[in-house]
Nanobody
Framework: VQLQASGGGLVQPGGSLRLSCAAA????????MGWYRQAPGKQREFVAD???????NYADSVEGRFTISRDNVRRTVLLQMNDLKPEDTAVYFC?????????WGQGTQVTVSS
C-alpha cells in the first residue's frame, strides 16, 4: 500500500488549497479514504473521510469550508480547502485501512499565514 500526498503550501488567511493523495497497492474503490492533520505540539486529528459509496464526514472545525472527494479511475482522493484560517496550519496526511492495518501517506505541510 502506498499513499502519496501533495498540494500543500503557504497561503494567506481566507485563501484556498487543494490537497491530493495518490493511492496504489490495494483496491482503491473499495476503501474509505481519510484526511488527518497534525499541528505542532498537538495530536493528529481527523479532518474528513469518504467511503466507497462516496458518503462523507467532516470534523466540526472544517465543516462548510473543506470538501473531500475521490476519483476512482485516477485512484486519488482530494481535499479542497477554502477560507483557510491560521488554525488550519498543520501537516496533512491521507490514510486508509487495509486488512485491518492503518496506512498513512508521508504528509504535506499547509501553512496559513499573512
Amino acid at each position: 500500500v502506498q499513499l502519496q500526498a501533495s498540494g500543500g503550501g503557504l497561503v494567506q488567511p481566507g485563501g484556498s488549497l487543494r490537497l491530493s493523495c495518490a493511492a496504489a497497492g490495494f483496491n482503491f474503490r473499495l476503501n474509505t479514504m481519510g484526511w488527518y492533520r497534525q499541528a505542532p505540539g498537538k495530536q493528529r486529528e481527523f479532518v474528513a473521510d469518504i467511503t466507497s459509496g462516496h458518503s462523507t464526514n467532516y470534523a466540526d472545525s472544517v465543516e462548510g469550508r473543506f470538501t473531500i472527494s475521490r476519483d476512482n479511475v485516477r485512484r486519488t482522493v482530494l481535499l479542497q480547502m477554502n477560507d483557510l484560517k491560521p488554525e488550519d496550519t498543520a501537516v496533512y496526511f491521507c490514510k486508509t485501512v487495509y486488512r485491518d492495518r492503518d496506512y498513512w501517506g508521508q504528509g504535506t505541510q499547509v501553512t496559513v499565514s499573512s
